[in-house]
């Protein structure tokens, strides 16, 4: 059953074993996000975080969407400035910063159109699988937006700097295979299948070793955020790779190798 937040635009299930399923379910405004809906996820994906009940977090959108961006054509003219400067600034932050500071893989599944801020929801998250039929695109270019330095990063990190200005310079949206092609999401499947294979794929990423997961996620991000590592940076890692071989976890899984079978995770 799903538990029902952001009064019920936000819905978490769990679709598989040590899968949390978020669903962003606000249909009259094409799944776009509001102030609920991002204090929900900011407030929610912390406490997925609590021993390894909870190994992936998927966060997709209710079909026929994933997200139509910053629910900003609600604002009224009177408050604009001030309430259009503020979803940006804070909730959309928070929101994004409790999606890429979370130990667990997260993976978007973008089941259907994804712009603006929702493109950016669905690159903060670890892998992106997505459906055949998706549109991406970021607008800023239309409505007179000029965007976060924090999301261009982004942008830039995963898809480079000429993409970066197709995308943003342009505004113009593309397909989930040129998607694809330049790097912007890591599979694309039949519009059909987008459910279902995501479920699986975020089953499979649960399915591995705990340590290993936060561990890797952990090195990876810290690597990919810093340009040099300092002694102190590089010593953690050292220390956190070496912590590894000490694990029960590690000798159950050349266990289980060995012996052709699941492994028995305990994340210690």
């Not at 054509?73 to 932050?93: C, G, K, M, N, Y």
């Amino acid at each position: 059953m799903d538990e029902r937040l952001a009064g019920g635009k936000l819905l978490l299930d769990r679709p598989a074993e040590a899968v949390a399923r978020l669903r962003i379910s606000n249909p009259g405004r094409r799944n776009a996000l509001d102030h609920e809906i991002l204090d929900a996820l900011a407030e929610v994906l912390p406490q997925l975080d609590r021993g390894i009940e909870t190994r992936c977090v998927m966060i997709t959108g209710a079909p026929p969407v994933f997200c139509a961006g910053y629910d900003i054509a609600a604002i009224s003219d009177e408050t604009f400035e001030r309430d259009a400067e503020a979803l940006v600034a804070h909730p959309f932050h928070a929101a994004m910063e409790a999606i890429s500071n979370h130990p667990w893989p997260t993976l978007a599944a973008i089941n259907g159109h994804c712009l603006g801020g929702g493109l950016e929801l669905a690159i903060t998250c670890d892998l992106r699988i997505c459906a055949a039929g998706a549109m991406l695109g970021m607008p800023p270019a239309k409505l007179g937006l000029i965007y976060g330095h924090t999301g261009l990063r982004k942008f830039l990190d995963t898809i480079g700097l000429a993409r970066t200005k197709e995308l943003f310079l342009t505004g113009r949206n593309i397909d989930a295979d040129r998607a694809d092609r330049i790097g912007l999401v890591n599979e694309v499947v039949a519009d059909d299948r987008l459910g279902e294979e995501a479920v699986e794929l975020a089953a499979a990423i649960a399915a591995n070793a705990p340590l290993s997961m936060r561990g890797n996620k952990s090195a990876i991000n810290l690597l990919n955020s810093v340009p040099a590592l300092s002694t102190q940076q590089e010593a953690g890692l050292v220390a956190l790779r070496e912590s590894c071989f000490s694990s029960q976890d590690f000798r159950e899984g050349i266990r289980a190798f060995a012996e052709k079978r699941r492994p028995n995770w305990t994340g210690r």
